[in-house]
């Protein structure tokens, strides 16, 4: 991962020059604890001023003005223009449009950026087990693709990126979610080491490894980023990430990051 000082890092992945893409860590914000430093999150009990600034932050960085989604795990996609509305809710988002962001945000959920080597059209997706699993096996992944051959373009022709996320060794998850994920289950033998039984009804669950099949069985062979290794797990990496699941309870409240995708002007 190459290293941005302060604000994040830059995607190590193969996109074309008119592609940028950046992913916030927690830290080189002005949130205080248990939100610090760079929460983006406005709706995670922070200060609203606080988060403000750090969007302020993050957009110098950028030189772009972003659109943030108001995000509910589910699999709608919109497509993003400069009139979109702030918080849109939708957690896929795509665009033909120069200078203009999609944020996706994420506190343990998995950030999937996605563009095309040769096409001006970016797309990113906020991906929990939930949006993963999405409604009849059509989930965050499979509105990606649509939205991809919308645009006339093939989801193998396409460059996916894997953000940080809750890793195999922080998640455990009951028979809802296993169950919600079986049917994809059913169909490849790729997703078997992906629920680890701990206990009755009990598993450990690879969040990134489950896109990672999710995406290959839609049509997406080149997967970079998160292998779901621990220095990408938002819930071990206390230092760097916010974690839901880690802070929310037990510290009274979590913050959140970013993964921004745009085309350049």
Not at 3 to 8: D, H
Not at 41 to 49: H, I, P, Q, T, Y
Not at 80 to 104: F, R, Y
Not at 163 to 186: K, R
């Amino acid at each position: 991962m190459q290293s941005k000082p302060l604000i994040g890092f830059e995607p190590d992945w193969p996109a074309p020059s008119f592609v940028r893409a950046l992913m916030t860590t927690r830290r080189g914000g002005v949130s205080k604890a248990p939100w610090n430093e760079l929460n983006l999150g406005l709706l995670s009990g922070d200060n609203v001023a606080n988060v403000t600034q750090n969007r302020a932050l993050v957009a110098q960085t950028l030189g772009v003005p972003a659109v943030y989604l108001r995000q509910v795990h589910g699999s709608n996609g919109v497509e993003v223009t400069p009139t979109t509305p702030p918080n849109t809710e939708a957690d896929v988002a795509w665009t033909s449009q120069k200078g203009l962001a999609i944020a996706i945000m994420a506190a343990d959920c998995l950030p999937i950026l996605v563009c095309h080597p040769s096409s001006r059209w970016v797309a990113g997706a906020h991906a929990g087990w939930r949006g993963l699993a999405g409604q009849e096996g059509h989930g965050v992944v499979e509105t990606l693709a649509l939205s991809a051959k919308a645009h006339g373009l093939s989801p193998q022709d396409c460059l996916v990126w894997l953000g940080p996320c809750i890793g195999p060794s922080a998640f455990e998850v009951g028979e809802d979610v296993y169950a919600a994920l079986g049917t994809c289950l059913e169909k490849s033998d790729r997703f078997a080491n992906l629920f680890v039984p701990t206990s009755p009804n009990k598993y450990m669950a690879n969040l990134a490894g489950l896109a990672r099949a999710r995406l290959k069985l839609a049509g997406f062979s080149s997967v970079h980023g998160n292998d779901s290794s621990l220095p990408w797990c938002t819930y071990r990496q206390e230092a760097l990430y916010h974690s839901h699941r880690r802070d929310a309870v037990a510290k009274g409240g979590s913050g959140r990051m970013a993964a921004y995708i745009w085309i350049t002007a």
